[in-house]
T-cell receptor
Framework: GAVVSQHPSWVICKSGTSVKIECRSL??????MFWYRQFPKQSLMLMAT?????????EQGVEKDKFLINHASLTLSTLTVTSAHPEDSSFYIC????????????FGPGTRLTVL | GQNIDQPTEMTATEGAIVQINCTYQ??????LFWYQQHAGEAPTFLSY??LDGLEEKGRFSSFLSRSKGYSYLLLKELQMKDSASYLC??????????WGAGTKLIIKP
């Protein structure tokens, strides 16, 4: 149980385009989902926390207008990188918290974004 | 502030035992997680400690001392597939995980 999927696994896009990444909890209800970014050889950086049905809470330094997060249902959250640039190339990972278990996050497999 | 301190890199021999130490400072505490992360992949859960003491799970064990802000992950009978980064992640009072850069473990034959 407690499986989280992400789609796509990897994406290559041209500078200036927008990219949408989906995060789904497959067998549980995720009231809270987290979006992380990880650059090579660096730690995971929390970008934002999203709660179903409400606006996401962004970490300091993360542009909310650039990284649009939508958590419209208990099983789906999306991250849209708008007007992507090469510096946005990174590994984006989502995690989800089960409705009944506040202490554990289940991670998706990640999405590798490369912006040319 | 909140911070995590782990060695950047460790090397061990196949079949041996290795201990990865972690010291932490957080605003509040709701337990500590250890994750394994292979290159290019997302973290996978290894262990969770919320009370002091040792938790054993197969070849992996994790220890916590809340008063010392200290934890370690013990890996026994090392296998080549254990080569990965190991992330110590305490959870703060807001139930947010605090991440360090992790320890890259290299296993040699």
């Amino acid at each position: 149980g407690a499986v989280v999927s992400q789609h796509p696994s990897w994406v290559i896009c041209k500078s200036g385009t927008s990219v949408k990444i989906e995060c789904r909890s497959l067998d549980f209800q995720a009231t809270t989902m987290f979006w992380y970014r990880q650059f090579p050889k660096q730690s995971l950086m929390l970008m934002a926390t999203s709660n179903e049905g409400s606006k996401a809470t962004y970490e300091q330094g993360v542009e909310k207008d650039k990284f649009l997060i939508n958590h419209a249902s208990l099983t789906l959250s999306t991250l849209t990188v708008t007007s992507a640039h090469p510096e946005d190339s990174s590994f984006y990972i989502c995690s989800a918290r089960d409705h009944g278990q506040v202490n554990e996050q289940f991670f998706g497999p990640g999405t590798r974004l490369t912006v040319l | 502030g909140q911070n995590i301190d782990q060695p950047t890199e460790m090397t061990a021999t196949e079949g041996a035992i290795v201990q990865i130490n972690c010291t932490y400072q957080t605003s509040g505490f709701n337990g500590l997680f250890w994750y394994q992360q292979h290159a290019g992949e997302a973290p996978t859960f290894l262990s969770y400690n919320v009370l002091d003491g040792l938790e054993e799970k197969g070849r992996f064990s994790s220890f916590l001392s809340r008063s010392k802000g200290y934890s370690y992950l013990l890996l026994k009978e090392l296998q080549m597939k254990d080569s990965a980064s190991y992330l110590c992640a305490p959870m703060d009072s807001n139930y947010q995980l605090i991440w360090g850069a992790g320890t890259k473990l290299i296993i040699k034959p």
